[in-house]
């Protein structure tokens, strides 16, 4: 960790030494495409890198300890802007990208730059991305944008190829769990279960870590999943039209069905892959028993499809309707 | 901190920065304004990332300090207050501001004046002296034709030139383009340009209405910000990134038909037009006639409503060239006739589709440039 | 009523299949035959949504003593004798199986006199046997009463849904009977209730208001008759809504065939169809539209519950459906759509146009001449004609404030108006611009500099197809090479917003597929001008705005819809607001 120097992120060492260099080089780009998946730390290293460029400390920024540190730590940085949805589902619109360029336009209040943090850049409308396309190719030459989304491939392809790519992997899961212990404090037994449910995403894993209420939606989101096996289509198809009404139930149900078939998988193909659900390990072993390698990796494709349709604004109702058909029969 | 200084005082200063402040921003502390003791006075600030002001009023400072109150809370609050010694102390555990004055006393829940964005102040010498009312009158005559539109940003600026001892404004939002230069008292070393957000030029003009000393233009060493330092005041405002467009080449150089006619009277036949020009899209029509042997010279203003009728006023001109009929955006003929400032100006066309040229008569520091319209096609 | 059993050749013609599916189509038999004996009162009681019992009593010829077993005979009608027959099917019943079917599934007591004989006569039978067979006194006519229905074929009883839903169906089959004979009276009981009663009176407004209640009732059109003797033989008529009034689905499209009532998606889509831009997207309008056309032209034999259609030109019924409604929308709207607002401007006085010639050396435009069609432009000045302001589609209202800077709060002689400000403005400013369109005088700002737009390769081919649309609305616009278009001038009404915005927004109006059918390129780039350029939700108006506005859309041809079709304004009438306070 201490690779990181004083930039206080947890691994993603290659990003960070890319962005460091950077800014001590003053070769900064104009523009960042920071891509990964929800919770990996996207935010936290366009804060770190907005920290660092607006620092004025001593020694290399960010120093932490200066006025523009700590204004960036607690969000009321003048020349930082966060734009995002409303949540997550909605639609980042046009009207923030326009309000954004008006204060983009004018020179920095306090530093020598100013930067623009979009997060999950993938919700932009069309019109709001291609707003967005025209201060990407004539920033003003104190503007920094650091572009975030999942995925590259939701993005107008014209966005990515006018941004840096600096794609955030999954962090090991002894990594996170090392990091939950010793910064965050988590009893060893709740750090060793985050890390491995969280698939190496830090951001999740503390997330989760402060949501009392997480773990009993993970324990009956299970609980719904065994109980689904055992019911009629009819029924299932009642489930789902209940879980369609709220797209963040939706998103965080498929992310740990997904992650659940998968360790399923794992165990009947007897493979020595580490598990996430690694407090359930009977449970899954049941599974893999009843349902073989084959069947659950179906059901894992299945899940994934209907993932990636929810993502493509399929009408969430139906797609988790054709899912609960996919979804092995009593 | 603890303070003391009169109502009277603490609510002017007030309502000079009240309008700095951005009640509605993402930032919760740019609701506020900021209360700050500064060598033996008070210093209030608001600014709304854009436009930033400070004020200093006189006070009895006990304690030095600073804090910042919600601005709405605190102006109500001040307003309400009777004409006397306001007494001010900050509960530093708290972040409370107390106030007493007269019977009443209030608590106000502030935010660590730290989090309040800098709005610099002058450092040592230097800078541009402007006489005010020379000022006030040049923004008055350019900051209208700047666009309000957000979708080009530079255009909702004006750009200010500074080269040898004189200063130029010039605006344009598309259709029009107002430029006034303005005679500096000494030279500056280097020319430069910036780009002020014409909403800026507007706060100053109104908060300098009683100034009668020199306003000092200063540009701060990073070249972000413009300062302008008044009596106990300063307005500062962020600039406007971009290269403006190259005014002088919009300004035609020649002319076919030179008018001059009354300022006075061509208001009033541009008003009288407004009113019937409403429902269509505020076209009026100009027919310049000149004059013969025995009649002098006209110029008909017309505009036409499928609704309430028509209204045709006609003025006397004084015209050199020829005949024309040009139609124009009355709202835009009754901006600038409103502040050419003189008894006499004068409209220099060419053809119905090319740009018109308005000028004071008599004042070569004011050019303002009008796109025609045009019906059907 | 002479009964004959259909002749195998006849009966194999014929659309097989079952025809009593639940009580309400027995209900539809039953009145069919009813109507078919010229009844004038036909009496319908039911029990327990008919599943206990179904009885129809009428008021016709009544079937004579000796063929009264017949009528139960499969295959057996008095309406048809041979396959010739069939192809000037005018009847109803044509199909000699419903007694039958009805019989075979149920317990069924008939009793019927013909007009000219002295006694009638009863028929009870079982599952098709006849149990009883009696003398009996009755009026002329028939009642026929059917229980128990399925109570042999218990696998269809239980099909059968809740009484609730049987009596649904049974209103709509009697309520569509009701619409479509207005002279006759219909009677509806339900469980010793009646429920609705048509006064059998010929007019079939009153029916309407039966239906519908009081208050759509009132506010339905008549469907203009056509003038020219239709050379097609189609006759069309019935009631359709004013654009004001309107549906959340086709539900309540009506369609009847020579008196048959039909579903036909063509024909239901004729009707929307004529409601083009008046209605806001997702609202249907409410119908009774009755075709007449001569029998050889349809054929109404291809689906055995007789609701389908087929006409040998469909297309002819299609024009003269959408025609009709149209040109009822058109006439019989307060304001004919025709007379543009312009137009209705008395022309000024002589001496105001003398003294205007004098000092303008402009002609005046004669006021006659707005009223023009396209393409008409007469050599010879046409003396110019007078109009007075019409009264109006909408009566004079007065402006009461603005509700959330959203609506304007208005007050009529009906009731309260509320309006939405941004869909209002754009039909005001859509009327006028292509108003002056015609004119050739829509007003144009010019830009300080030309303005250069990138598009898309397909926005940008699409606006260069259509320069001269855009050159007439006011755009000056030039290719400017590859995908960039050069703006010289734009509307006057849009020049305050990013050329970029509007050209892209006129672009996607133009773009496949999203003009719509009947709608001009004009009509659809004006639209998006309009939009553009109209008083947006939010924005605070003045009681002098608001007033003019209110003016203005009195003005309008179709004031009630903004030019995309959503509503301008709900209307609250005294009746309702009294309603509501309960007064």
Request: proline share 7%.
């Amino acid at each position: 960790m201490e690779t990181n120097g004083n930039w206080g992120i947890v691994g993603h060492e290659w990003a960070v030494a890319l962005l460091r260099r950077a800014v001590a080089r003053g070769t900064i780009s104009h523009a960042y495409l920071l891509t990964g998946p929800p919770g990996v730390g996207k935010t936290t290293l366009a804060r770190a890198l907005a920290a660092a460029l607006l620092c004025q400390g001593e020694g290399e920024p960010p120093c932490g300890a200066c006025r523009a540190c700590r204004l960036v730590a607690g969000g009321n940085h003048p020349d930082l802007h966060v734009v995002a949805s409303e949540r997550v589902g909605a639609s980042l619109k046009i009207d923030q990208v326009r309000e954004l360029q008006r204060q983009l336009a004018l020179t920095p209040n306090e530093g020598r730059w100013r930067v623009a943090i979009l997060r999950r850049f993938e919700e932009a409308t069309t019109s709001a991305a291609n707003a967005l396309l025209k201060t990407l190719e004539e920033p003003p030459p104190y503007v920094v944008l650091a572009v975030l989304a999942s995925d590259a491939d939701r993005l107008l392809p014209t966005i990515v190829s006018r941004c840096q790519q600096v794609p955030l992997r999954p962090l090991p899961v002894a990594v996170v769990q090392q990091a939950l212990i010793e910064r965050w404090h988590a009893e060893p037994e709740q750090a060793e279960l985050l890390a491995h449910l969280s698939g190496g995403r830090l951001g999740w894993a503390v997330r989760t870590l402060n949501d009392r209420t997480a773990l009993r939606r993970r324990a009956q989101r299970l609980a719904d999943l065994d109980h689904l096996l055992n019911i009629s289509i009819i029924e299932r198809f009642r489930y789902a039209e209940r879980l369609a009404r709220d797209p963040v139930a939706t998103q965080e149900t498929l992310d740990l069905w997904i992650g659940w078939w998968r360790d399923v998988m794992l165990v009947a193909a007897e493979t020595d892959a580490p598990l996430t659900n690694v407090d359930r390990e009977s449970a899954l072993r049941d599974y893999a028993h009843r349902f073989g390698v084959e069947r659950s990796a179906a059901v894992v494709e299945a899940l994934r499809s209907a993932a990636e349709r929810l993502k493509r604004n399929a009408n969430p109702r139906l797609t988790l309707e054709v899912l609960m058909l996919d979804l092995p029969r009593p | 901190m603890k303070v003391s200084c009169l109502q009277e005082n603490l609510a002017k200063g007030l309502s000079i920065i009240g309008r700095a402040v951005s009640p509605r921003s993402t930032l919760p502390v740019l609701g506020n304004v900021l209360l700050a003791t500064d060598a033996g006075r008070l210093k209030l600030s608001a600014t709304n990332l854009e436009i930033g002001i400070n004020c200093w009023i006189g006070a009895k400072v006990e304690d030095e300090g600073a804090i910042t109150v919600p601005a709405r809370t605190f102006i109500d609050l001040v307003n309400a207050l009777p004409p006397e010694r306001v007494d001010m102390e900050l509960i530093v555990r708290t972040q409370t501001l107390n106030l007493r004055a007269g019977r009443s006393e209030a608590n106000i829940k502030g935010i660590d004046a730290q989090e309040f964005p800098i709005v610099p102040v002058p450092e040592g010498e230097g800078g541009i002296p402007v006489e005010p009312d020379v000022l006030r009158t040049a923004i008055s005559q350019v900051t209208f034709a700047a666009a309000t539109d957000e979708s080009r940003p530079i255009l909702t600026g004006v750009l200010a030139k500074f080269e040898d001892a004189q200063l130029t404004l010039a605006a344009a939002d598309g259709f029009r383009l107002s430029v006034r230069t303005v005679s500096l008292p000494q030279s500056v070393s280097d020319p430069f340009n910036i780009i002020i957000p014409a909403r800026a030029l507007v706060e100053l003009g109104r908060i300098s209405g009683e100034q009668k000393e020199p306003i000092v233009i200063i540009i701060t060493p990073t070249r972000n910000q413009v300062l302008f330092q008044l009596t106990d005041v300063v307005l500062v405002s962020q600039l406007i990134d971009g290269n403006f467009p190259d005014y002088r080449q919009i300004i035609p150089r020649d002319y076919t038909t030179h008018t001059v006619v009354d300022t006075a009277a061509f208001l009033k036949a541009c008003k009288t037009a407004l009113i019937f020009a409403r429902d269509a899209a505020h076209i009026t029509r100009l027919h310049i006639k000149p004059g013969t042997e025995l009649a002098p010279g006209s110029m008909l203003v017309s505009a036409t409503s499928a609704e309430t009728g028509d209204d045709v006023s006609e003025l006397d001109a004084s015209i050199e060239g020829d005949e024309i009929e040009i139609a124009f955006n009355v709202k835009y003929l009754i901006d600038v006739l409103s502040v050419v400032g003189t008894p006499q100006v004068a409209l220099d066309t060419t053809t119905p589709s090319s740009p018109g040229v308005i000028r004071p008569v008599g004042d070569l520091n004011f050019t303002h440039v009008i796109m025609p319209m045009h019906l059907g096609r | 009523m002479s009964i004959r059993v259909l002749p195998e050749e006849v009966a194999s013609q014929i659309a097989a299949g079952e025809v009593v599916e639940r009580p309400s189509s027995v209900v539809k038999e039953l009145v069919e035959n009813a109507i078919d004996a010229g009844a004038h009162d036909v009496r319908v009681e039911t029990r327990a949504g008919g599943k206990r019992s179904i009885r129809v009593t009428d008021d016709g010829c009544g079937v004579p003593a000796a063929e009264v077993e017949l009528a139960f005979h499969r295959h057996s009608t008095s309406k048809l004798t041979t396959a010739d027959d069939l192809a000037r099917i005018t009847t109803l019943g044509f199909r000699g199986e419903a007694l039958a079917s009805i019989a075979a599934v149920s317990r069924v007591t008939f009793v019927t006199r013909a007009v000219d004989e002295p006694v009638g006569t009863l028929l009870r039978l079982e599952g098709g046997r006849v149990i009883t067979r009696q003398e009996s006194g009755r009026p002329p006519g028939t009642a026929v009463t059917v229980e128990d229905l399925f109570f042999n074929v218990p696998a269809r009883r239980k099909f059968l849904r809740s009484e609730r839903t049987e009596r649904r169906h049974i209103d709509g089959w009697l309520t569509r009977y009701a619409l479509a004979y207005p002279a006759l009276r219909f009677t509806l009981a339900h469980d010793g209730r009646v429920v609705f009663q048509s006064p059998g009176n010929d007019r079939l407004r009153d029916v309407l208001i039966a239906v519908y209640g009081l208050e759509v009732g009132a506010a339905v059109l008549e469907i203009v008759p056509d003038d020219q003797q239709p050379v097609s033989g189609i006759r069309v008529t019935g009631f359709v809504s004013p654009p004001s009034l309107h549906r959340a689905n086709r539900g309540y499209i009506t369609l009847f065939v020579n008196g048959r009532w039909v579903q036909d998606v063509r024909l239901t889509y004729a009707v929307i169809q004529a409601y083009h831009t008046l209605l806001p997207s997702g609202r249907y309008p409410l119908a009774v539209v009755m075709v007449r056309l001569p029998p050889e032209e349809v054929d109404v034999n291809v689906h055995p519950a007789k609701a389908e259609v087929r006409f040998r030109d469909s297309d002819a019924v299609f024009r003269a459906v959408q025609k009709a409604v149209r040109r009822t929308l058109l006439e019989r709207s307060p304001v004919p759509i025709a007379a543009r607002p312009l137009a209705a401007w008395p022309a000024p006085s002589a001496q105001w146009r003398e003294r205007r010639e004098r000092l303008t050396g402009l002609k005046p435009r004669p006021a006659g001449e707005q009223l023009r069609l396209r393409g008409e432009r007469p050599d010879v000045e046409a003396p110019g004609r007078v109009f007075t302001p019409p009264a109006g589609k909408l009566p004079p209202l007065r402006v009461v404030g603005q509700l959330g800077a959203t609506y304007i709060v208005a007050e009529g002689p009906e009731g309260m108006y509320l309006i939405d400000q941004h869909a209002a403005h754009e039909r005001v400013l859509f009327e006028r611009l292509l108003a002056e369109r015609e004119q050739a005088e829509v007003a144009s700002q010019a830009l300080l500099e030309p303005v250069p737009v990138e598009l898309t390769p397909e926005a940008a081919s699409l606006l260069e197809e259509h320069l001269d649309v855009l050159g007439s609305l006011g755009f000056r616009v030039e290719p400017f090479g590859g995908m960039t278009m050069l703006v010289r001038a734009l509307p006057a009404i849009v020049a305050e917003t990013d050329p970029a915005r509007v050209l892209e927004d006129v672009a996607a109006a133009l773009s496949a597929g999203n003009v719509p059918l009947a709608d001009t390129v004009e009509e659809a780039v004006a639209r998006q001008v309009c939009k553009r350029a109209a008083v947006k939700a939010g924005q605070i108006l003045a009681q002098e705005e608001m007033e003019k506005l209110v003016r203005a859309l009195e003005q309008c041809a179709s004031p009630r819809t903004c030019p995309h079709g959503r509503p301008t304004m709900i209307h609250l009438s005294v009746e309702q607001l009294a309603r509501e306070f309960g007064r």
